[in-house]
Structure formats: structure tokens, C-alpha cells
């Protein structure tokens, strides 16, 4: 479990103490391409941890498909609404390629605070990250053009131009189709 100790120790700095036994909350798991992690309406009992692989977050709106995230190894991934607050997924979380995890059930999870006492802490910080990462995403989405977010995530994310389908890619970044490939023509050209 080495990735997994070594994102954790970095990100949420627990003692070496405490380390092993918060790991050994984690079991690994596979999923092949194309299965689902979660389906839209179910709960979400499952914290997971990405050792290699690609999961995408989407959801069916009026019937069109809407990418929220594209989550990679040393990503954590997870219907975040379902899971803490015991609500309906929005969201589906389906494997691009095949993965390999690292996933904590939700019984487990709750467990950290007494595993590691510093944890209401360390959570809200992670907790902090992923909202000031969702707040620039929007700050993005409101204030710059479609180029200028295509440029900003493709200097941030060459390799899955080539992993991801980039319908899929387009959806994230709030773009048709249509308007992807021509940005991505006129930026190769």
C-alpha cells in the first residue's frame, strides 16, 4: 500500500503510529473497464482511493451526459454528498480503464476519529482542498473562454488527451463537442 501511505502521511500528515492501522482500514479492489464504482441513486458506502486507473464522475441530465470530474492515480473518489450525509447519489462513477483501489466502507471511515485523534482536523482540510478546487473550477468556468480553460487544463493534463475520450473531456470543461475539436484543431495547428 505504498501510494496509499505515502498520500496520506504527505496530504494528512498522520504519525507513522497511527499509519498502519488507518491503512489496514483501506482493502484493495479491481474494477475493469467501463464497470461501475456507484450508480445515480444508490447510496454510496465507499471511500476510494485510485492506485492506478482512470474513473470518471458523471451524471445523466435531460437526458445528456454530464462529466463532473475525471479522477486519476493518487485521487480519491467518491459521491461526497451520498457518502457523508447518507443521501441518493447524483453522480455516477464509472472506470475509464481498469483500476486498482484502495476502498474504505463508510463503517470505517468513522473509525478514523479514534484511530488517529487529530482527524476532525486533518478532514476538514481535505475537506477545505476539495472545496478551494471546486471554487476554482467555477471562478474558471465563469470567467475565462472556452480556450482559455482548454489551454489551462491541457498544460495541467496532456496524458488524458490521449487516455480519455474527449467527449468526455469536453463535458468537464463545460464545452460541446464540437467546440472542443475546433479549439483542438486551431491549438495543434
Known amino acids: 500500500m505504498d501510494n496509499l501511505e505515502t498520500y496520506l502521511s504527505t496530504y494528512f500528515n498522520i504519525k507513522a503510529t497511527e499509519m498502519e492501522a488507518t491503512v489496514s482500514l483501506f482493502k484493495p479492489i479491481s474494477i475493469k473497464k467501463n464497470d461501475y464504482l456507484l450508480k445515480t441513486g444508490q447510496f454510496c458506502n465507499q471511500l476510494?482511493?485510485?492506485k492506478d486507473?482512470?474513473?470518471?464522475i458523471y451524471a445523466n441530465e435531460n437526458g445528456k451526459e454530464v462529466t463532473q470530474w475525471i479522477s486519476t492515480k493518487?485521487?480519491?473518489?467518491t459521491d461526497l454528498a451520498s457518502f457523508l450525509?447518507?443521501?441518493?447519489?447524483?453522480?455516477n462513477l464509472q472506470a475509464i480503464s481498469d483500476c486498482e483501489l484502495f476502498s474504505i466502507k463508510q463503517s470505517d471511515y468513522e473509525q478514523l476519529s479514534q484511530i488517529v485523534p487529530q482527524w476532525q482536523q486533518t478532514e476538514k482540510a481535505f475537506l477545505a482542498h476539495c472545496f478551494t478546487?471546486?471554487?476554482?473550477?467555477i471562478f474558471s468556468h465563469?470567467?475565462?473562454?472556452?480556450?482559455e480553460r482548454y489551454q489551462h487544463f491541457f498544460e495541467q493534463n496532456k496524458a488524458l488527451f490521449h487516455q480519455v475520450p474527449l467527449?468526455?473531456?469536453a463535458s468537464m470543461l463545460g464545452m460541446?463537442?464540437?467546440?472542443f475539436s475546433r479549439i483542438r484543431k486551431k491549438m495543434t495547428a
Open 176 to 179: 460541446t463537442p464540437e467546440t
Open 142 to 147: 465563469l470567467s475565462l473562454s472556452a480556450e
Open 133 to 137: 478546487i471546486l471554487e476554482n473550477r
Open 48 to 50: 476510494c482511493f485510485i
Open 85 to 91: 450525509f447518507h443521501q441518493p447519489a447524483r453522480w
Open 53 to 56: 486507473g482512470i474513473v470518471r
Open 167 to 169: 467527449q468526455y473531456l
Open 74 to 77: 493518487g485521487y480519491f473518489v
